[in-house]
């Protein structure tokens, strides 16, 4: 499945219970599921909702996102973005 960004983190990039479900909804079919964009560094971030990979912190819902694609055999791959210079203050909350 290529990636679709759904916009539904919370707003500092945790895993959602509306992200896993959304997931969960297509695990059975594709064998391999690109996740939204998530950000490396707290910088990088793009958008509201958007997934983060930039600290430890993070790395329980990650987990708990990649058993859930996997939960049928289906491959899970985390796609990771910096947005760069088309990131913004409001979205970074003035930093």
Known sequence: MSPMTTMSSFYNGMVSNDELDYYQARAGGPGMIITAVA????????????????????IPGLTKLAATIKQDSAKAILQIFHAGRKSNHQVLRGE
């Open 39 to 58: 950000n490396v560094s707290d910088n990088g971030k793009g958008f509201e909702g958007e997934l983060s990979a930039a600290s430890d912190d993070m």
